[in-house]
């Protein structure tokens, strides 16, 4: 059954990555602004400012149609070290407010306010505060969403934006629920939406009245799931340590890669900036997927799984470059590398008697991959430096004087702040 007390919060900035743009040039202030890659390098829309939104622009649309859309949009390449810095900040405030803070990706997150009230009041209070506080500290705004569960916490947040707060109390819910779309269901895709609409179901309300057995025997579990959602039905807790299932990253590239030796130089370069981020997350992954496109757009992907886990970028392109040359040679328009299987750093790893090498013996010049605790002390110092000056301060000499590829982290979310 909904608890009846709305103590969930869910905060979600505004048009995030474009918002901290504009902040930071006041004169992009009431302009189409969009962060993204360029038309003619198969870019795509990361964030989209709302002016951007009302002609039609939003994330994930390739930048030339977003173009062709809004003619007068102005389009910035991505800062995610400067975007992953006020992203701390905001996480910092929340946690002032309850440790119970649960980021859903860089500008969301769930908040459990239950037993705060004699430090900070009411749950809407303490919305209110943290809304205010984000406006204070960083000059940027965020819709606040405040419910019984997380579901109804989040849908609160998107129906108050941008720049809102809203509270739906238990009692209310049915009433919230039913003429929305049932496309507002998390889970509920446009390939599901088509299924429901076929059975005539197009609102939530249309899903709740529906039997339980008849939703559970057409979409399996995603059915007890959805119709769950329909009734306001949602079990989950606010998980601080919510479990990180994998990490990586992937690119297009701006014309099509048939050279190895560039695919080799691209590939080390991804591999060090997701063992950078994995060392940043305090994790290591023993299973390491290349994922590849052909200009045909026919897809591959290739695993390994080693004897033990790592987050050194050498460790982890020597697999990874040995994953490559399985693959038929042909050219690439994308490359992605990911890491699963993923464990705390904290967690004892078993060494064996003569120290070998995972997945592959030759780095791109042909040197071997260092030992494990030589290569772990000197990577630590070089992350120092990576902290303090940006993390394309140190990088392999191999890829110096190399422009980054535009693209985007496998592992972002969907829309950098709706």
Excluded at 194 to 221: H, Q, S, Y
Excluded at 301 to 311: A, I, M, W, Y
Excluded at 361 to 379: D, H, I, N, Y
């Amino acid at each position: 059954m909904t608890p009846v007390r709305p103590t969930i919060l869910h905060v979600d900035m505004d048009a995030f990555y474009a918002s901290i743009e504009v902040r930071d040039d006041p004169s992009l202030a009431g302009l189409p602004v969009c962060v993204g890659g360029p038309a003619d390098a198969r870019g795509v829309i990361a964030a989209a400012s709302y002016e951007a939104r009302r002609c039609g622009v939003h994330s994930a649309m390739p930048t030339a149609e977003a173009r062709r859309l809004c003619p007068g949009l102005v389009l910035l390449a991505p800062d995610f070290e400067r975007y992953t810095s006020v992203s701390r900040e905001v996480m910092a405030i929340f946690r002032s407010f309850t440790p119970l803070v649960e980021p859903v990706s860089l500008d969301e997150a769930y908040l459990d306010v239950a037993g705060c009230e004699r430090l900070f009041g009411s749950p809407a209070e303490v919305g209110r505060a943290i809304q205010r506080e984000i406006l204070r500290r960083t000059a940027l705004s965020c819709s606040v969403g405040v419910a019984p569960t997380k579901f109804l916490a989040k849908l609160a947040s998107d129906l108050a934006k941008p720049q809102g707060f809203r509270v739906i109390e238990a009692d209310e819910a049915r009433a919230v629920l039913d003429p929305l779309s049932v496309s507002r269901i998390q889970g509920v895709g446009p390939r599901t939406a088509k299924r429901l609409a076929a059975l005539g179901v197009a609102t939530i309300g249309d899903l709740a009245r529906r039997e339980r057995a008849e939703v559970v025997a057409e979409f399996g579990a995603t059915g007890a799931w959805i119709h769950d959602l329909a009734h306001g039905v949602d079990t989950r807790r606010v998980s601080p340590r919510r479990e990180e299932k994998s990490h990586g990253m992937e690119r297009t590239f701006p014309a099509d890669v048939a050279d190895r030796d560039e695919l080799r130089r691209h590939l080390l370069e991804f591999c060090e900036e997701v063992a950078f981020g994995l060392r940043d997350k305090g994790l290591r992954g023993r299973t390491i997927t290349l994922k590849a496109r052909y200009a045909d757009f026919t897809t591959l992907t290739r695993t390994k799984t080693l004897d033990h886990p790592t987050n050194l970028g050498p460790r982890i392109y020597a697999v990874a470059r040995e994953l490559l040359e399985r693959l038929p040679i042909a050219p690439l328009r994308l490359v992605g590398v990911q890491l699963s299987s993923l464990s705390d750093v904290r967690a004892p790893i078993q060494e064996t008697l003569f120290e070998g090498l995972e997945g592959g013996s030759r780095l791109l010049r042909g040197g071997q991959v260092p030992g494990r605790g030589k290569l772990e002390r000197a990577t630590e110092g070089l992350d120092r430096l990576r902290r303090k000056f940006g993390a394309r301060a140190v990088v392999p000499a191999s890829l110096l004087g190399r422009a980054r590829v535009p693209g985007r982290e496998a592992a972002a979310g969907p829309d950098a702040g709706a």
